[in-house]
């Protein structure tokens, strides 16, 4: 999507294995989101940023962190991979809830 | 918990009709809605925001509101198979705060040729 990139688009890694996955915007938003999307669950919200190094945690955060030292930027760390934590992951960006968000193309994440 | 809801379908619909996707939501306090499409393998994409109770329309698409009843809906006309998608309606969580929206966990519209 345009001003947004995430990567990379697959990842297929072991259990127990530290992954980041990045997100990378160009439109000076404030505000950027970690979302992963599982069949039954819709989109869940991981973390969020509404500035440079100001995160808080959304409803699955559990075995998740994320760090924002540029505006531009929005890492998202799964310290210890699990099966369950096989999913697709989306980031989204917005200059407010009241603007909705953009997605990027997501990142397919696999572990075995 | 906030939560938005929504049919999960799938809704098939014949070329050429209306489509009409709903949702309700728990959290009072909200004050935006949007629609999003998502084809399969594919992000979401905002295709209607609504903040006002009533209608508004933007094309071939209309979304509704009503706040008394905390109801919103989304109308396709003349739907074409193109529409076939999964329609992700998203609320503002209340309070102002920077964690945005929640989602349904969307409805899955399937237009028959």
């Known amino acids: 999507d345009a001003g947004i990139t995430q990567s990379p688009r697959h990842k297929v890694t072991e259990t127990g294995t530290p992954v980041t996955l990045r997100c990378h915007q160009t439109e000076n938003h404030r505000y950027m989101y970690w979302y992963r999307q599982d069949p039954g669950h819709g989109l869940r919200l991981i973390h969020y940023?509404?500035?440079?190094?100001?995160?808080d945690k959304g409803e699955v955060s559990d075995g998740y962190s994320v760090s924002r030292s540029k505006t531009e930027d929005f890492l998202l760390t799964l310290e210890s991979a699990t099966s369950s934590q096989t999913s697709v992951y989306f980031c989204?960006?917005?200059?407010?809830?009241?603007?909705?968000?953009?997605f990027g193309s997501g990142t397919r994440l696999t572990v075995v | 918990q906030k939560e938005v809801e929504q049919n999960s379908g799938p809704l098939s619909v014949p070329e050429g009709a209306i489509a009409s996707l709903n949702c309700t939501y728990s959290d009072r306090g909200s004050q935006s809605f949007f629609w999003y499409r998502q084809y399969s393998g594919k992000s979401p994409e905002l295709i209607m925001s609504i903040y006002s109770n009533g209608d508004k329309e933007d094309g071939r698409f209309t979304a509704q509101l009503n706040k008394a009843s905390q109801y919103v809906s989304l109308l396709i006309r003349d739907s074409q198979p193109s529409d076939s998608a999964t329609y992700l309606c998203a609320a503002s969580n209340s309070g102002g705060g920077a964690d945005g929206l929640t989602f349904g966990k969307g409805t899955h519209l399937i237009i028959q040729p």
């Open positions: 940023s509404y500035g440079v190094k100001d995160t």
């Open positions: 989204a960006i917005g200059q407010g809830q009241d603007y909705g968000y953009t």
